[in-house]
């Protein structure tokens, strides 16, 4: 039965699929690992491009939730 080249396939594909599996378990970082990740590289190593396209991105986000029309909306520097 191993000597057919599908089951011999799907032996290697089930094995090989654990494994992954396995070590994507095994090396799964936890939420305060990730947190700390975060706030060690929090704009660190930004460029400036970088910081410009992530303050466009929060005014984006808080422009989202905002309900007053954008022609009220006066100028802010």
Do not use: C
Not at 3 to 22: D, H
């Amino acid at each position: 039965m191993a000597s057919n080249p599908y089951v011999k396939s799907l032996i290697w594909l089930v094995a090989f699929g654990g494994i992954g599996y396995g070590l994507l378990r095994l090396t799964e970082p936890s939420e305060e690992k990730i947190a700390k990740i975060r706030s060690t590289t929090a704009r660190v190593h930004l460029s400036e491009d970088e910081q410009k396209k992530i303050q466009f991105l929060q005014k984006l986000q808080s422009s989202v939730s905002d309900t007053t029309p954008i022609y009220l909306k006066k100028k802010e520097e």
